[in-house]
């Protein structure tokens, strides 16, 4: 009988969370994280592989999704896109509200082999109406924004709601302002959770929204291109931006279709201003582009120059953390059996934000395989 599941041998093993990073094998069993190091040894396995080369990584967590598939117009399948992201733990955030989130449960998440969790939106529908055909701001129609019966569902489902979503902007809320998130914080505050807010073009502006949000609230979209950006034209952060994260409000990319720029990206990280938070705000209508998925937003970053530690940091210690799940976020022995294993691959790289504007770098991520709860799920063939 194998010692272990799986063991990964010669990769370099890099875990923020647990403050590791260096050349060493890993082994999994019964689920969970059993050796790291000179533990494993020689001991055998059912399924081993040689990952010489590549970065052994907590798995990934992609903090901004939208997976309710086949239930919401702009859900994906999440277990599908696993196999080409690497992404082992996704946030949905909004795609379902309080009069449809079991059916999200039930059908989608309760069935995935990957891990969901949810940010249960304000909207009572959730994000309704989002696709090529039919666009209509949820958070126009105030009579659907029901903070009790937010806070509800959310008390009867602890284990997978783990904060609560709102979009407010010109496109989203309309007339409405910033008065949706008011009523998403007051849904938060009796459920005892986060809030996600979501800003388009202004009016409200991103320093008005960051002014409302509380300690541990989440600003998503937050390399936003103008005219909403946390930057000026001449690139200045704007006021009010570095007290925001002085008060502890949370920074999340959320690329998406329409909300990331290079240059306000080049601007931040220039200025010392990293992400708390990578995700890729994948969808249905962006999955093909330009954010295709979690590794690409990763790949931009890498290209802007952003240490590989701090990206990997921002996609898996972070997230775990939002989510109330650590264990999630690093591979401390006994912790649980995710892995993304990536590789560094060199040559020229062409990268568009939301703008059409490119960008070219030397490496980018590519996915080698992934281990979930301790089995080896998913491997892309190597090249002998």
């Known amino acids: ?106 059908h989608v998440i309760e069935r995935s082999q990957t891990k969901i969790f949810a940010y249960l ?43 609560i979503k709102v979009r407010i902007g010109a496109n989203t809320s309309g007339v409405n302002g910033i008065a949706p998130l008011y009523l998403a914080i007051e849904a938060a505050d009796r459920a005892g959770l986060p809030v996600m807010c979501h800003i388009d073009r202004p009016p409200p502006r991103y320093v008005d929204v960051l002014k409302v949000l509380r300690p541990g609230d989440i600003l998503t979209h937050c390399f936003k291109p103008f005219p909403n950006a946390p930057t000026y034209a001449n690139g200045e952060i704007r006021e009010g931006v570095w007290e925001a994260r002085e008060k502890g409000v949370i920074f999340d990319i959320a690329h998406g279709m329409g909300s990331f720029s290079f240059e306000v990206a080049e601007h931040m990280l220039k200025a010392g201003f990293m992400p708390d938070v990578i995700s890729s705000d994948v969808h249905s209508l962006c999955i093909d582009g330009p954010a295709y998925d979690n590794l690409e937003t990763m790949s931009k970053f890498l290209a802007l120059g952003m240490p590989v530690p701090d990206i990997v940091r921002a996609v898996t210690e972070a997230p775990a953390k939002l989510l109330m799940r650590p264990d999630l976020g690093d591979l401390t022995v006994g912790t649980t059996g995710d892995a993304t294993i ?43």
Request: glycine residues 14%; aromatic residues 8%; proline residues 2%.
């Open 1 to 106: 009988m194998a010692d272990y599941d799986v063991i990964l041998r010669g990769g370099r093993v890099l875990d923020p969370g647990g403050g590791v990073d260096e050349v060493a094998d890993i082994a999994f069993k019964d689920g969970k994280v059993a050796a790291i190091g000179a533990a494993v040894g020689a001991g055998s396995a059912e399924r081993e592989r040689d990952v010489s080369g590549a970065i052994v990584m907590p798995g990934m967590i992609d903090f901004h999704t939208h997976v309710y598939w086949g239930g919401a117009s702009l859900g994906i399948d999440a277990d599908q896109l696993a196999k080409r992201a690497g992404t082992t733990t996704w946030l949905d955030v909004g795609t379902a509200g309080a009069g449809n989130f079991i059916g999200f449960r039930k």
């Open 121 to 163: 939106h304000v909207s009572f529908a959730g994000i309704y109406a989002f696709s090529k055909d039919v666009m209509i701001g949820e958070s126009w129609e105030m009579r659907l924004l029901d903070a009790a019966a937010c806070a509800k569902v959310a008390a009867e489902h602890p284990d997978v709601i783990k904060g």
């Open 342 to 384: 990536l590789r560094i691959e060199g040559g020229t790289h062409r990268y568009k934000d939301v703008t059409g504007a490119e960008r070219t770098g030397d490496k980018r991520f590519v996915l080698d395989s992934v281990v979930l709860d301790g089995k080896l799920w998913h491997e892309v063939p190597q090249q002998r």
